[in-house]
């Protein structure tokens, strides 16, 4: 007889995790790989993980999944993307203030309609899934509906999302600017108190950028997430050379584009900054210091011609400086892909060209435990360890006949994982969990939404 309680839900296959954070400590010493692994699941959290044989004991015999030639890891976590940008991903020719004038006001317009809204919703949640994705902190639009949709498709998939109500009051379209400061700000609050903390969702106060709001937009947006202890703020930072000198100008009085931010008290713990591309020392002392974060958007950056991000600078700076919170982000629809695997493949081309070798440990970590260090998060998501929420990806090693043969001719983990984030994509997702429920399967193309019916894996 087993001493413990019977569990109803197990997850075998090989398991990857990091322990700690591979920038800091090395990629070995961080990284945790047991290749017959055992993952339980019990209420939506990891009740146990770690070797099959150790831990069989404890499943019931008929409970658990068997996913060889795979990789279970923690879902991954998109750090920065805008949904409704979902429906123009791929907008040619033009660079970031061009594009969001012809491209992006144009299309976000459309997100009053509540119906266009969670239409539009759905779908992204949905992509999320396919690619892996159970986590993201995501821009929706100026209009209070366009947050409502996505909270809704959000709430009833249990997926665990930051999301909030874009703030902009200049240099943009009439029909995209809060009414007042003070409308937006009422509209965010009323936001905050109907969704923060609801479920599994946050609320993130979200002005668009600098240039884009007023002072009064941004004192009141200081104020407004002063309030809110809990809550996150999100923001673009320093993505163009054209963006830092519009900064400037119109903020005259400021030291550096950082400095706009953190005079209006928006830097600090759970301050979450798009890009962080061109920036000056000072800015990268004061986000290290103030224990803020950053998000690298390496296919935005390259479809926008926007930069090179400084993976040096962020995550291994020299002493006494240390490391920037950071995590990795797709950025859509300025991003060409919601794929995680495919934004850690365009990092590491990036870092390549900026003569930075991302390894893939470091990649992995970006997108999971290291994101969600970034969010304040690690001790909910982005592991697997007892007491975390089972949110978790199944993923397919030999997805295509090309992957299948070059992963015969890998020799180390490390080797197995390059591979994979150079040439797999959401095709490699053989299924997802949210809360310990199978919410997407590649093998019945289903995507299940809790309490209704869903096929099980066997
Ligand atoms: N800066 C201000 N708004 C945006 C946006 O929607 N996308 C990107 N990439 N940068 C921005
Ligand atoms: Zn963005």
């Known amino acids: 007889m087993s001493p413990f309680p019977l569990h109803h839900l197990a997850l075998r296959g090989p398991t990857l995790n990091f322990i700690d954070d591979p920038f800091q400590v090395g990629d070995e010493a961080a990284l945790r790989y047991e290749p017959d692994g055992l993952v339980i699941i019990e209420n939506g959290k990891i009740a146990a993980a770690g070797n099959y044989a150790a831990l069989r004991s404890r499943v019931a015999p008929n409970a658990v999944t068997h996913y060889p030639d795979s990789l279970i890891l923690p879902g991954f976590i998109d750090t920065h993307v805008h949904y409704p940008q979902t429906q123009m991903i791929g907008g040619y020719g033009v660079q970031l203030i061009d594009w969001l004038n012809k491209y992006t006001f144009v299309t976000e317009q459309q997100f009053g309609s509540p119906a266009h809204a969670a239409a539009v919703a759905d779908i992204f949640l949905k992509e999320c899934l396919r690619a892996g994705t159970t986590t993201a902190a995501v821009y929706c639009t100026v209009h209070p509906e366009s947050v409502e949709a996505l909270f809704q498709a959000a709430f009833k998939r249990h997926m665990r999302m930051i999301a909030g109500k874009v703030l902009m009051d200049r240099n943009a379209p009439a029909a995209l600017l809060d009414a007042s400061v003070?409308?937006?700000?009422?509209?965010?609050?009323?936001?905050?108190?109907?969704?923060?903390?609801k479920s599994r969702l946050s609320y993130a106060v979200t002005p668009r950028f600098a240039p884009t709001s007023t002072p009064a937009q941004l004192e009141a947006t200081g104020a407004l997430w002063?309030?809110?202890p809990g809550t996150y703020m999100q923001t673009h930072l320093a993505e163009t050379l054209q963006e830092n000198e519009w900064v400037r100008s119109l903020f005259p009085d400021r030291a550096n584009y950082l400095d706009v931010y953190t005079h209006y008290g928006l830097t600090?713990?759970?301050?979450?900054?798009?890009?962080?591309?061109?920036?000056?020392?000072?800015?990268?002392?004061?986000l290290e210091a103030s224990g803020s974060a950053i998000t690298h958007c390496p296919s935005s950056n390259g479809f926008l011609g926007s930069g090179l991000f400084d993976f040096a600078r962020a995550r291994q700076p020299r002493a006494p400086a240390r490391a920037i919170r950071t995590g990795l982000a797709t950025d859509v629809g300025g991003g060409t892909t919601l794929s995680m695997l495919k934004t850690m493949g365009e990092a590491y081309k990036i870092g390549q060209l900026g003569h930075y070798s991302l390894s893939a440990p470091k990649a992995f970590y970006l997108a999971t435990r290291g994101a969600a260090q970034s969010l304040y998060l690690?001790?909910?998501i982005g592991s697997i360890a007892p007491g975390m929420d089972a949110d978790l990806l199944v993923l397919d090693m030999k997805s295509t006949p090309l992957i299948d043969f070059r992963m015969q001719h890998c020799d180390t983990l490390a080797d197995a994982l390059f591979v994979q984030m150079t040439m797999a994509d959401d095709r490699a997702t053989r299924a997802v969990y949210v809360a310990g429920e199978l919410a997407y399967s590649r093998k019945h193309l289903h995507y299940s939404v809790p309490g209704e019916f869903h096929p099980r894996e066997e």
């Open 226 to 228: 002063k309030a809110h």
């Open 182 to 197: 003070q409308s937006g700000y009422d509209q965010s609050a009323a936001l905050i108190a109907k969704w923060h903390g």
């Open 378 to 380: 690690e001790d909910k």
């Open 268 to 286: 600090g713990p759970r301050a979450v900054f798009g890009h962080a591309l061109h920036l000056q020392e000072d800015e990268w002392l004061h």
